[in-house]
């Protein structure tokens, strides 16, 4: 899932404070999975707003509305923000997007878009892919170098590793990793293959992407 978090009261008051009506809009998707953009988190954000806008002088009104999801057309089309000056997403930014071609307001991120994770636990999240657009994740068994290496190696493990850690310190070494799962796999032949470097303009090219016009390669 896109996991998300909010950005500072200031940050956002700061984009907003400007207009007179502004309308909350949650996603109740992956923001609101991430505890970002549910309706409980929306609410949330209406009083935090409205008394830091009131502390500056500001006046401004709020209010919500909840989309199954931001990132689809059909949803967005039931939302009705007629008399309202801006639009506040609490959504990813595929959601700001697809809000601000929508409308004819401008509509401002109350979120920041951090990664696509896995969920660890409860409100925890790691973040398994970079999205970039030629994965190799059955090479390394799952384990995505390019996200979880700090340096993004491909054919690893570095130097700075020491004791299964990477030198940074925050973490395990992705390639320990990615090796001791090829080990449990019965795989580890496949530890001293080299990888091609990534061919990073295939992420640049896939900014816009139409799968009906994709040919059947079956």
């Not at 920041?112 to 030629?134: K, N, P, R, V, Y």
């Not at 068994?141 to 290496?149: D, E, H, K, L, M």
């Amino acid at each position: 899932m896109i996991v998300v978090r909010r950005k500072p009261i200031d940050e956002i008051l700061k984009m907003v404070g400007r207009h007179t009506r502004v309308m909350l809009v949650g996603c109740n998707t992956c923001a609101a999975v991430s505890l970002a953009g549910g309706q409980k988190e929306v609410d949330t954000l209406i009083e935090l707003l409205s008394l830091a806008a009131s502390r500056k002088g500001f006046s401004v009104e709020f209010s919500d509305a909840i989309l199954e999801r931001q990132c689809e057309p059909e949803f967005i089309e039931k939302l009705d923000s007629q008399g309202y000056d801006a639009i506040l997403s609490l959504g990813c930014g595929a959601g700001v997007a697809t809000l601000a071609g929508d409308n004819d307001k401008p509509v401002y991120p109350a979120l920041d878009t951090l990664f696509i994770g896995s969920a660890q636990g409860f409100a925890s999240w790691q973040a398994e892919c970079s999205a970039c657009g030629s994965c190799v994740l059955g090479e390394t068994c799952g384990i995505c170098p390019t996200t979880r290496c700090a340096k993004g190696i491909l054919n690893g493990p570095c130097g700075g590793v020491k004791d299964g850690t990477c030198e940074l310190g925050d973490r395990p070494c992705a390639w320990v990793e990615i090796y001791d799962r090829l080990e449990s796999l019965g795989r580890i032949d496949d530890f001293g293959k080299t990888m091609p470097a990534k061919d990073n303009s295939i992420s640049a090219r896939c900014c816009e992407w139409d799968m009906t016009k994709e040919g059947d390669d079956s």
